[in-house]
């Protein structure tokens, strides 16, 4: 089930569309460049001791090859992506579908996992809302996206580039939600026990040309409603590296890449749950729930 943002709306900022046509394209060869998919699926299962439940109905929005699913060993996952060829795990149901329009029964989930997708949802309070409602009573979302400052040098110098070539400018990066601002999306959404966290991963590259093909491998080419629709100029991407090279290396002379990961989880909400623990006093991981992935 999918469905076909348009520029008319003011709320669709991403062309969905041209994110399915990406995704499709890159699905086949995506294992050459998931470094940073499974890095975060790592992380996302770590992140969290102390969750005692026994799952059994799980969903994984955004699925890619499936790298979190794996780390839950004999639990069966239903693998959703807008990408018909991400949904080609054998030993999963696949579903092909938006995480903007959700196909499941109110209360017919366990658990419900997301690992770097939903930075590309137009309606993210609207997404979470489903997510809520698709859960039963002390169900669990969990989830990971980019955000905050993530490719904040990529920004910059792509910037300086088109306004030193062009002397204006066209967006080129997505904007990414604050972690500010996470929790109070879980509460709009209906969620109990909202829990919010961060991690800052810096990646080194040759150049900023690896670099843009990494992400064009990763599936997370520009695909906002108002991105510049031409070819971009090798001028313009040399440039941008020569700004890159300049500003933002190492001793080695490799460029730093940002990348902030916001991580979520909440709890569709039951009388049995607990109330929240004054902040910092939480203390919560997968490890216990799924065992060591080892």
Known sequence: MTKTSTPDNPSNIFDRAALRRNRDRIARKFADHDFMVREVADRLYDK????????????????????????????????????????????????QGDEELLPYLPESLDLVLSNLSLHWVNDLPGCLAQIKQSLKPDGLFLGALFGGESLTELRQCLLEAEMNIRGGASPRVSPFVDVRDAGSLLQRAGFALPVVDTDRITVTYENAFKLMQELQGMGESNILHKRFKGLTSPRLLTECAKVYQQKFTDHRGRINVTFDIVYMMGWAPHESQQKPLKPGQGKVSLTDVFGDKD
Do not use: M, W
Request: hydrophobic share 35%.
């Open 48 to 95: 969290y001791p102390d969750i005692n439940r026994d799952f059994t109905r799980i969903v994984e929005l955004g699925c890619h090859g499936g790298e979190l699913s794996r780390l839950l060993k004999d639990k069966f996952v239903i693998h959703q992506d807008l990408s018909r060829n991400f949904t080609t795990a054998k030993d999963a149901v696949r579903v």
